[in-house]
């Protein structure tokens, strides 16, 4: 009970310390002046609040999860059941946008590219066991690279598309290269330098990319060749004439979110077959034992460069599909803050772990979504979120299963 | 006499200033169990790890079945047939004792990408050939029942065997063993011997042996090379090696 009390004076003196610049100096303006204006009261309810937290709340919590042990241990998924509960939640997925309204299928959209890019930071960090902090540069190249046949060369979004994935996979491929040797921080430090690299030269080739105004004006994709706009370019049918309708702006967001559902059902049947896959089980081997690995005969050079293109590659179709679905690409939209958020998703779901990075990433989309009144406290929320979470449950919150072969007795 | 296997002339290490290996020179040869030892610090592991291509050798070179393998990345040796286990051992150990099965067969099997997605029969059958592969070299070496456990959770002995049953399952020609016996109980020592000599026998494979255990060595070997200081002091049959003032020097000290 002493060393309580002591840890929550400490804690509640810390805590005074951090919130007291924040709230406890107000700045106030009267004319041309400005003065601070000491607040105390807010500072101490807050250590108050820290304190009694520290000194009796927290015990409490800690008797109330040792007496039910593992009382807070999400089920561990096995094979059959996650069958199914992969296949309901494709079935509520196709579904879902009939039934919801304009905001909540455009929030549905968003989710699945994350889920796309969630699943393609998977296999690097999840799978390969290579921290990559620069994973939004590969969601740059995709998305510039659609943008830029666009607007150069006139291309549309299913020609582009292939292109698009192509030319991530080959950025992944260089980077790949010059970080070989490295491991753990070293590589997560040159992995968000690239990420930086790219988006500073998307900022600085001004006449090839707009710089920071980006590139404006990017066509939805067409449904077999029609355009799905509200007049057509001469000489073209729009699909709402073709299919005798009215033109409805939901359509072409149900139909945004369809082909978003699709690109994520691929990225997801592709990641969950190749980690049965000998590729993948040798990613999981390099990333226990890369020593071991190569005395076996395993080149470890081949199998981090088809770790480091397939997970860029994912990220390139999803980059294409959000310049699309945007009609709008610049530099904004892939700052670290992006990387960091993938990358949440993947340790929140549990590295490794599609269905857990699949929660992770509508978790962390539609709560801000719902929560916009606290947009203000939304990093912080997040924060939290995440050191709870290292806390109680690194593992992430749908851990993967093992083992992905099994022998009969 | 049977056809030499691994040549290695003129093998020397040099850290900065530490002359690690100086000219060591012994080969093996086919279906041979070749033991190196010595005192701690002798340059045994090093010898180990020049042969195996985790260093790059100063000077000499590795010979092995005619093709010069000095020189070439770990990988690429172990391709050429000599696979190793090590001192302490380094399994997968979040991976099940199966899949550390499965990994090791990886340069015989079918790898590509479109086949493993699509599932062609092709695929099929090299998986279902690796899984029979796996379970054969499970039951040889009697761990079958904890094929889908995580090979980390396995006792130290079965790790050991799992160790070797990892190298076996790539079809090497030649197996390094890196103090085998090392942490194992006095029955656990005896199978070894008994798996050393199985090994030999059923499979064809030349051993290359670092051991301190000196009753395995004995037992085991058909001809020992002595090390002390990085340099090598004899190579001879067991009796001879046992015999050889040199060596009872370099282990117990002068009179």
């Given at each position: 009970m002493a060393s309580n009390i002591k840890n929550a004076f400490i804690a509640a003196i810390m805590a005074g310390v951090i919130i007291a610049p924040v709230y406890g100096l107000q700045i106030v303006r009267s004319g041309m002046q400005t003065h601070l204006e000491p607040e105390w009261d807010l500072v101490f309810i807050g250590m108050g609040i820290v304190f009694v937290f520290q000194a009796f709340i927290r015990p409490l919590i800690g008797k109330l999860l040792g007496k039910r042990g593992s009382a807070i241990r999400l089920p561990v998924l096995h094979?059959?059941?996650?069958?199914?509960?992969?296949?309901?939640?494709?079935?509520?997925?196709?579904?879902?946008?009939?039934?919801?309204?304009?905001?909540?299928?455009?929030?549905?959209?968003?989710?699945?590219?994350?889920?796309?890019?969630?699943?393609?930071?998977?296999?690097?960090?999840?799978?390969?066991?290579?921290?990559?902090?620069?994973?939004?540069?590969?969601?740059?190249?995709?998305?510039?690279?659609?943008?830029?046949?666009?607007?150069?060369?006139?291309w549309g979004f299913w020609?582009?598309?292939?292109?698009?994935?192509?030319?991530?996979?080959?950025?992944?491929?260089?980077?790949?290269?010059?970080?070989?040797?490295?491991?753990?921080?070293?590589?997560?430090?040159?992995?968000?330098?690239?990420?930086?690299?790219?988006?500073?030269?998307?900022?600085?080739?001004?006449?090839?990319?707009?710089?920071?105004?980006?590139?404006?004006?990017?066509?939805?994709?067409?449904?077999?060749?029609?355009?799905?706009?509200?007049?057509?370019?001469?000489?073209?049918?729009?699909?709402?004439?073709?299919?005798?309708?009215?033109?409805?702006?939901m359509d072409v967001i149900i139909y945004l979110y369809l082909m978003a559902l699709a690109l994520a059902l691929i990225t997801l049947f592709v990641s969950n077959r190749v980690i049965r896959m000998p590729i993948g089980r040798a990613w999981e081997a390099l990333r226990e034992d890369e020593i071991a690995c190569r005395s076996l005969g395993l080149n470890p050079t081949n199998i981090k460069l088809s770790a480091f293109t397939m997970g860029a590659t994912f990220a390139g179709f999803g980059g294409a599909f959000f310049a699309a679905r945007q009609g709008l690409v610049n530099p904004e939209s892939f700052t670290f803050l992006e990387s960091a958020l993938i990358l949440a998703i993947v340790v929140l779901g549990g590295m490794g772990s599609q269905v857990g990075v699949i929660l992770a990433a509508i978790v962390l989309t539609v709560l801000p979504e719902v929560a916009r009144e606290f947009a203000e406290y939304r990093m912080m929320i997040f924060g939290l979120v995440m050191v709870l979470m290292m806390m109680w449950r690194p593992q992430g919150l749908l851990p993967m299963t093992r083992p992905h072969v099994e022998l009969n007795r | 006499m049977s056809k030499v296997l691994l040549q290695v002339s003129d093998l020397t290490m040099r850290f900065g200033g530490l002359l690690a290996v100086d000219g060591v020179a012994f080969d093996v040869h086919q279906d041979e169990v070749f033991a190196i030892i010595g005192p701690n610090g002798a340059g045994k592991t090093t010898v180990f790890n020049c042969v195996g291509g985790f260093y790059k050798p100063t000077t000499g070179r590795v010979?092995?079945?005619?093709?010069?393998?000095?020189?070439?990345?770990?990988?690429?040796?172990?391709?050429?047939?000599?696979?190793?286990?090590?001192?302490?051992v380094r399994l997968f150990k979040n991976l099940t004792v199966l899949e550390n099965l499965m990994v090791a067969q990886h340069?015989?099997?079918?790898?590509?990408?479109?086949?493993?997605?699509?599932?062609?029969?092709?695929?099929?059958?090299?998986?279902?050939?690796?899984?029979?592969?796996?379970?054969?070299?499970?039951?040889?070496?009697?761990?079958?029942?904890?094929?889908?456990?995580?090979?980390?959770?396995?006792?130290?002995?079965?790790?050991r065997r799992l160790e070797i049953a990892r190298c076996m399952i790539t079809q090497p020609r030649l197996l390094m063993l890196d103090e085998p016996a090392a942490g194992l109980n006095p029955q656990e020592k005896r199978d070894l011997q008994a798996l050393i000599d199985q090994l030999r026998k059923e499979f064809g494979v030349a051993v290359l042996l670092i051991e301190h255990d000196m009753s395995l060595v004995m037992g085991v070997s058909d001809r020992i090379l002595v090390m002390e200081h990085g340099k090598p002091i004899t190579t001879g049959a067991p009796e001879a090696v046992r015999e050889d003032p040199r060596v009872i020097k370099a282990y117990l000290g002068e009179e």
């Open positions: 094979d059959r059941s996650r069958r199914a509960a992969i296949l309901l939640l494709i079935a509520i997925a196709l579904i879902f946008p009939f039934f919801m309204g304009r905001a909540e299928v455009d929030i549905a959209t968003l989710v699945l590219i994350y889920v796309m890019l969630g699943l393609g930071l998977n296999i690097v960090v999840g799978f390969a066991g290579l921290l990559d902090l620069g994973f939004v540069g590969f969601y740059a190249v995709g998305a510039y690279t659609y943008a830029l046949l666009y607007h150069w060369a006139g020609e582009a598309l292939p292109l698009a994935g192509a030319m991530s996979g080959l950025f992944g491929y260089l980077l790949g290269f010059p970080v070989l040797r490295l491991r753990g921080d070293y590589l997560a430090i040159v992995t968000l330098g690239f990420g930086e690299i790219i988006r500073l030269l998307l900022i600085n080739l001004y006449g090839f990319t707009g710089g920071p105004d980006g590139i404006s004006g990017i066509p939805k994709p067409t449904v077999f060749g029609m355009p799905m706009t509200r007049r057509a370019p001469e000489g073209q049918t729009t699909f709402h004439e073709f299919m005798g309708w009215q033109f409805d702006n | 010979i092995m079945d005619g093709t010069p393998i000095h020189g070439l990345p770990s990988h690429k040796v172990a391709r050429h047939g000599l696979v190793r286990t090590f001192q302490n340069q015989h099997i079918n790898t590509n990408l479109l086949s493993g997605l699509f599932k062609t029969p092709g695929y099929r059958e090299s998986e279902a050939q690796a899984l029979t592969n796996a379970a054969k070299w499970l039951d040889f070496m009697d761990i079958r029942e904890y094929a889908n456990r995580e090979a980390g959770n396995l006792a130290y002995g079965h790790q």
